[in-house]
């Protein structure tokens, strides 16, 4: 892990708890700093409120199907307008987004993931 690793952040984005937990944990394996959120609208709250100093989220892993308003694709799109140094990887077991759905420099990988595929795809969305 670079010294830029160790010093960011991931936000992950994930209504199933499950889920959730097995990705914080996989990121968390691999050294980065975690955030977690629910739902799109607490992912937003927690980047608008920023970071304990020195802390800067540097990735959000969303997943698309998501309740209470905001879902993963228009979570994107609001983070790569509000924040374009933040890198941006979008998953779904579902649902595959149409071009244009996600940012030009984030990327889209399908659940199940591996532990090696997320981490893979976090580092090459990183700023």
């Known amino acids: 892990m670079s010294e830029a690793e160790a010093k960011s952040t991931v936000l992950v984005?994930?209504?199933?708890?499950?889920?959730?937990?097995?990705?914080?944990?996989?990121?968390?394996d691999a050294g980065f700093a975690v955030r977690e959120a629910t739902n799109g609208n607490e992912a937003i709250r927690i980047l608008d409120e920023g970071l304990d100093a020195g802390e800067a989220v540097c990735v959000v892993v969303t997943d698309i199907d998501m309740p209470l308003g905001i879902d993963g694709i228009k979570l994107a799109?609001?983070?790569?307008?509000?924040?374009?140094?933040?890198?941006?990887?979008?998953t779904s077991g579902k649902v595959r987004p149409a071009p244009g759905d996600v940012?030009?420099?984030?990327?889209?990988?399908?659940?199940?993931?591996?532990?090696?595929?997320?981490?893979?795809?976090?580092?090459?969305?990183?700023p």
């Open 103 to 126: 940012p030009t420099d984030g990327l889209f990988i399908r659940k199940p993931y591996t532990e090696e595929g997320l981490i893979a795809a976090i580092r090459s969305v990183m």
């Open 13 to 28: 984005v994930e209504d199933d708890a499950v889920i959730r937990h097995a990705a914080v944990a996989m990121v968390t």
């Open 77 to 90: 799109a609001c983070i790569d307008r509000r924040w374009p140094g933040i890198g941006i990887v979008i």
